[in-house]
């Protein structure tokens, strides 16, 4: 989520040996691997979709087997009084580091990380930007990770935080307006410190709605707007990105058109699907060509925050109401490759020796390959 400041200490502590206690006892097959192959990134899913083992961000979030084993922890999340998504144990193996990165997608744009170290050393430097900053155990913090940001374990342990992901409500945020920025002001909060306490019953709220079966005219409009403030914000060719801004325009439009007449019934998800497809066709001839304000894709942002969310036929199986089917979309659509679904803008390569992609850009490829579509014929 963009801040308006790299990091942010919480007036929030816990109780670092009761924390400690409870990470240090789970047994080592709690710990997964980095889904993405980091080295010395691991993990310990708490609060998972359907509380499984997984990666996934589409679908309810429950507690994982894992979480039902630490009961401080569990009320540390309730705490907070806030409803969470997918939230985990992060440990830095030693000598290892988080690569520098940005979160551009559309889970983290308008979800921020609550970190709170549980172990650690005042070698252990989290960066973001131009900033840095050791976070002590026991302490809660917030960055912007719309930023660069990495995370470097210059020591001999196991770096461990619990790491939460929510919106935040009107009272979180009012709680961050009134934190410690480092190097600029302190506080004007008292600090509370939550203390364990044995046997005590606690509920976690979690999120049961993170993704449209498709996503409202209302909600691409604004998600485009982002996209082109982004844009603007850049030093960008002003004929690209005038280009660019052309397809965006017409893809709300046409988007807008089809939910008048489907809303996000069955019926128009081929509709939405070919529509989607056409404009990351057109928009895939202004990769490299166009930045955001951190330096990232224009492209990657259409892609992850707008084109992959806007459509999200999988999850509508958790749904029982009048705007979804709770018949899980299991069958394979793959709409007919026309001239439409496949014009290529002008100088732009033709496209149509590439497989029609499927409705799902998480699905498996149709050109065999055994990657996701995103992964494969549908990548940058």
Known sequence: MKLDHEFYKLPLTFDVERLQQEVLMLDESYWKAHHEGFKGNIAVPLLSVNGEVNN?????????????????????????????????????????EVPLHTDINYHWYKRVRIHIPIVTTDTVMFHCN?????????E????????????LNDSHLRRIHLVIDTHGSADFWDMVSKSEIPDLRASSLTTKHLDFVAD?????????????????PGELDFMISELKHEVRSADNEAASQQGFFAILDKFAQNWRHLWGQFGSTE????????????????????????????????LQMLIHCIIDPALNVEIAKYFNNNSATIT??????????????????????SFDDKPAAP??????????SGKKYKQCCGAL
Request: glycine content about 4%; some cysteine; hydrophobic content about 35%.
């Open 328 to 349: 899980p979309a299991t069958k394979s659509v793959t709409p007919a490759k026309t001239a439409t679904a496949r014009a290529p803008i002008e100088n732009a390569s």
């Open 267 to 298: 019926a128009g998800w081929d509709s939405y699907h070919q529509l989607r497809d056409k404009t990351f066709q057109l928009a895939r001839n202004y990769d490299n060509r166009l930045r955001l304000s951190n330096d990232g894709s224009a």
């Open 140 to 151: 809660c913090w917030i960055f912007d990770s719309w930023k660069h940001h990495k995370v």
């Open 200 to 216: 005590k019953q606690v509920a976690i709220a979690t999120e049961l709605h993170n993704l449209p079966v498709v996503m409202s």
């Open 359 to 368: 409705m799902s850009r998480n699905s498996p490829c149709p050109c065999g």
């Open 56 to 96: 996934d961000f589409k679908g309810p979030i429950k507690e994982t087997d894992a979480l039902q084993k630490l009961p401080y922890i569990r009320q540390v999340l309730a705490s907070f009084n806030e409803v969470f998504g997918r939230s985990r144990l992060m440990a830095l193996e030693p000598g290892c």
């Open 130 to 138: 131009d900033k840095q900053v050791n976070m002590k155990a026991g």
